[in-house]
């Protein structure tokens, strides 16, 4: 069938019906947003750097957390019992743990703050950090309080596992390196629960036992027998505490408050080798020396009598030749003496005077010599200065040299007359040429006024009938003005 035709009028529906939607009001699609953040997300880790810290008087703490590509905006509110809270600074990389949900009045989302680590590393790590300030605050690791270790130990006391690692490699390089070092071992455990404790204990006893007091009983007559107690004796050199590697929670052990105040307590000096090159720990920072392994620290223990070796080994030789450089530097001893010796003799002295009279004998004749030369020289100069001076040649040279300056001076007075009688000449011509009879001369005529002969120069200044007086090369004229007439 065909289309049934419209009329003009038929505009069809002008409203239609709204299609089937439905419109969330703001606070409804944030509500949304967060049920499905918090359902989908939730309690996440998350890594970056603190920034616009802000402390609240309520005890909230707002801030940013940000990486290279985005931030996160953070709350850790006061009843939250977080451990770490000082942690949280401008500026540092922290690890969050903590709820993703949506602050609905400002329609962002947020991280609310459970706990807080230190970024990379974990509560123990943070603990480490907050000991080793604090103990380095109270001076614990001052480098001013570090003491020298014995350069040749005989006697060192040890802490450690009985039963480690630490212990065969300590052994093994004093055995091959100082075999002749007494070791006191004190066993301990070096890891686990109470491990510092025994640690600090063994340090404690080793310094006990290295102070003994010596009781000296002095008898008088008449008198009681007098127990006094004298100075202490050491009988350590110093305490070597060590153990093998392992994971930090394998070393906290030296980690402990315990162990570093009695490594800074210890009378004797302590060396902390604890772990491998890359571990540090607390006892590190205290001890008087740190070595990176149990057996670099038997090494530098050991260090004065190894190096020793090779001095006694070659001490023979060194003997043999300090004898002979001994022997060398006597002989050459005597020999200077022996020389002095014959040097004093009093045939040596006598001939010495003898030669060196001779000598002045020659010298006074060689002087005598000279000053008779020299006065003779003398004698002739001042002759021959008499004999230029005579007072006749004297007269005849000034005489010579008068005529002389007085031809110089006619001569001069000639030359002077000439050349200034041609430079008058040639004024004379220059006024010459310039004076009006040359005007005159060559047909140019002055005209004046006849009665006061003032020149004149402008033919509108002169009147009708005035008398003129005109100036020729030969004579004058006089005459009388009259009008120009009109042309």
Same mark, same amino acid.
């Given at each position: 069938?065909?289309?049934?035709?419209?009329?003009?009028?038929?505009?069809?529906?002008?409203?239609?019906?709204?299609? %089937?939607?439905? $419109?969330?009001?703001? !606070?409804? &699609?944030?509500?949304?947003? #967060?049920? @499905? =953040?918090?359902?989908? *997300?939730?309690?996440?880790?998350?890594?970056?750097?603190?920034?616009?810290?802000?402390?609240?008087?309520?005890?909230?703490?707002?801030?940013?957390?940000?990486?290279?590509?985005?931030?996160?905006?953070?709350?850790?509110?006061? %009843?939250?019992? $977080?451990?770490?809270? !000082?942690? &949280?600074?401008?500026?540092? #990389?922290? @690890? =969050?743990?903590?709820? *993703?949900?949506?602050?609905?009045?400002?329609?962002?989302?947020?991280?609310?703050?459970?706990?807080?680590?230190?970024?990379?590393?974990?509560?123990?790590?943070?603990?480490?950090?907050?000991?080793?300030?604090?103990?380095?605050?109270?001076?614990?690791?001052?480098?001013?309080?570090?003491?020298?270790?014995?350069?040749?130990?005989?006697?060192?006391?040890? *802490?450690?596992?009985?039963?480690?690692?630490?212990?065969?490699?300590?052994?093994?390089?004093?055995?091959?390196?100082?075999?002749?070092?007494?070791?006191?071992?004190?066993?301990?455990?070096?890891?686990?629960?109470?491990?510092?404790?025994?640690?600090?204990?063994?340090?404690?006893?080793?310094?006990?036992?290295?102070?003994?007091?010596?009781?000296?009983?002095?008898?008088?007559?008449?008198?009681?027998?007098?127990?006094?107690?004298?100075?202490?004796?050491?009988?350590?050199?110093?305490?070597?505490?060590?153990?093998?590697?392992?994971?930090?929670?394998?070393?906290?052990?030296?980690?402990?408050?315990?162990?570093?105040?009695?490594?800074?307590?210890?009378?004797?000096?302590?060396?902390?080798?604890?772990?491998?090159?890359?571990?540090?720990?607390?006892?590190?920072?205290?001890?008087?020396?740190?070595?990176?392994?149990?057996?670099?620290?038997?090494?530098?223990?050991?260090?004065?009598?190894?190096?020793?070796?090779?001095?006694?080994?070659?001490?023979?030789?060194?003997?043999?030749?300090?004898?002979?450089?001994?022997?060398?530097?006597?002989?050459?001893?005597?020999?200077?003496?022996?020389?002095?010796?014959?040097?004093?003799?009093?045939?040596?002295?006598?001939?010495?005077?003898?030669?060196?009279?001779?000598?002045?004998?020659?010298?006074?004749?060689?002087?005598?010599?000279?000053?008779?030369?020299?006065?003779?020289?003398?004698?002739?100069?001042?002759?021959?200065?008499?004999?230029?001076?005579?007072?006749?040649?004297?007269?005849?040279?000034?005489?010579?040299?008068?005529?002389?300056?007085?031809?110089?001076?006619?001569?001069?007075?000639?030359?002077?007359?000439?050349?200034?009688?041609?430079?008058?000449?040639?004024?004379?011509?220059?006024?010459?040429?310039?004076?009006?009879?040359?005007?005159?001369?060559?047909?140019?005529?002055?005209?004046?006024?006849?009665?006061?002969?003032?020149?004149?120069?402008?033919?509108?200044?002169?009147?009708?009938?005035?008398?003129?007086?005109?100036?020729?090369?030969?004579?004058?004229?006089?005459?009388?003005?009259?009008?120009?007439?009109?042309?």
């Amino acid at each position: 069938m065909g289309q049934q035709p419209k009329s003009q009028w038929d505009f069809g529906e002008l409203f239609p019906a709204e299609a %089937g939607r439905r $419109v969330l009001s703001v !606070s409804e &699609l944030t509500a949304q947003v #967060k049920r @499905l =953040l918090e359902k989908s *997300v939730g309690s996440v880790w998350v890594t970056g750097e603190v920034t616009n810290l802000r402390s609240q008087s309520s005890g909230h703490m707002y801030f940013t957390l940000k990486d290279a590509g985005a931030q996160l905006s953070c709350v850790l509110f006061r %009843g939250e019992a $977080v451990m770490n809270r !000082s942690v &949280l600074q401008d500026g540092q #990389k922290v @690890l =969050l743990q903590g709820d *993703v949900t949506v602050y609905e009045a400002r329609g962002q989302y947020q991280l609310i703050v459970r706990a807080v680590e230190l970024q990379g590393v974990g509560a123990l790590q943070i603990a480490f950090e907050k000991l080793k300030q604090k103990l380095a605050a109270e001076g614990l690791f001052a480098p001013e309080r570090k003491r020298p270790l014995p350069k040749y130990p005989h006697r060192i006391g040890l *802490v450690t596992s009985p039963t480690g690692a630490a212990i065969r490699d300590v052994l093994h390089v004093v055995q091959r390196r100082n075999p002749g070092l007494e070791i006191i071992l004190t066993p301990c455990r070096v890891q686990g629960e109470g491990a510092a404790k025994e640690i600090a204990a063994a340090i404690r006893l080793l310094n006990e036992f290295s102070v003994a007091a010596i009781y000296d009983r002095r008898s008088k007559s008449g008198e009681e027998v007098q127990r006094s107690q004298t100075a202490a004796t050491t009988q350590l050199d110093l305490i070597l505490l060590t153990r093998g590697g392992g994971s930090l929670e394998d070393l906290w052990a030296f980690n402990e408050e315990v162990v570093a105040r009695a490594i800074f307590e210890s009378a004797i000096p302590v060396v902390s080798a604890v772990g491998h090159e890359i571990d540090f720990t607390i006892s590190d920072f205290v001890a008087d020396v740190r070595a990176a392994t149990p057996s670099a620290a038997a090494e530098i223990i050991t260090e004065g009598m190894f190096a020793s070796r090779e001095f006694v080994a070659e001490a023979p030789e060194l003997l043999r030749r300090k004898v002979r450089q001994r022997l060398a530097g006597a002989m050459e001893d005597f020999e200077q003496v022996q020389g002095r010796l014959a040097r004093l003799h009093p045939r040596r002295r006598l001939s010495e005077s003898l030669q060196r009279l001779d000598d002045l004998q020659s010298g006074l004749l060689r002087c005598a010599k000279q000053g008779t030369h020299g006065r003779t020289v003398a004698w002739r100069n001042l002759t021959d200065r008499l004999l230029r001076i005579r007072p006749a040649q004297l007269l005849n040279q000034r005489r010579a040299s008068l005529v002389t300056s007085q031809r110089r001076l006619r001569e001069l007075m000639r030359v002077g007359w000439r050349n200034g009688k041609g430079r008058l000449e040639t004024l004379e011509a220059r006024l010459r040429l310039l004076g009006p009879e040359q005007v005159l001369a060559r047909g140019y005529s002055i005209t004046m006024d006849a009665e006061s002969g003032k020149v004149l120069r402008e033919a509108q200044k002169v009147q009708s009938g005035q008398r003129l007086k005109t100036r020729l090369q030969a004579g004058e004229i006089l005459s009388r003005a009259e009008k120009e007439k009109a042309k």
